[in-house]
């Protein structure tokens, strides 16, 4: 790509020269080139210049099914309105959320959650059994306490006279 910007002497945003190379492109100026990575779950859109979801894209080889290895289950219309959420089958913390019941999006839980596929929400992975040991071997067992039930700091004692107190100013009698 660098020899591209040198030869067109273009500068502008460009999609990467392999077409199922989805999440990285390039930034040419002055003949030089940066590569850019979108982060995880998006692709480069050529329209827009910017990072977005595959089925916004709209990149032939970089639909949301060539990123994800992840389709749709069919469903109602009625059903797929409501954006229907399915657990990941390979990670408990991720699931996928299908736009219009159609366009899978990845989606995760916060750190010492896994997603629960019967509520369709995050939970504590201890309250999902399917998942309850997901997370052996990445976190202790203190650092999952630890997320769930973050200690609360205490309020700092002040010395002295409180600050900030509203002050009492009798008025003068002429």
């Known amino acids: 790509m660098n020899l ?10 460009f999609a990467h020269e392999e077409k199922n190379i989805c999440d ?17 779950g998006l692709v480069y859109n050529e329209n827009a210049g ?13 639909t949301s099914e060539d990123v994800f290895a992840f389709d749709c289950p069919k469903v109602p219309e ?25 366009a899978p999006r990845r989606n995760g839980c916060k750190l010492g959650q896994v997603f629960d596929d019967v509520t369709k929400r995050c939970d504590w992975a201890k309250n999902v059994p399917e998942c309850a040991d997901w997370y052996k071997g990445r976190l202790t ?20 006279k409180r600050k900030n107190r509203p002050r009492v100013v009798e008025a003068e009698e002429d």
């Open 78 to 102: 009625s059903v797929g309105l409501t954006h229907p959420r399915y657990a990941d089958p390979e990670d408990c913390q991720f699931f996928y959320v299908c736009i219009n019941g159609n």
């Open 50 to 62: 910017i990072c977005s979801w595959p089925d916004e894209a709209k990149r032939k080889g970089c």
């Open 4 to 13: 591209y910007c040198v030869l067109k002497s273009i500068e502008g945003y």
């Open 141 to 160: 067992e203190q650092q999952l306490k630890d997320l769930e039930s973050p200690p609360t700091p205490r309020p700092k004692a002040t010395k002295g």
């Open 24 to 40: 990285k492109f390039y930034f040419c100026v002055d003949g030089k080139f940066n590569q850019i990575i979108c982060p995880n």
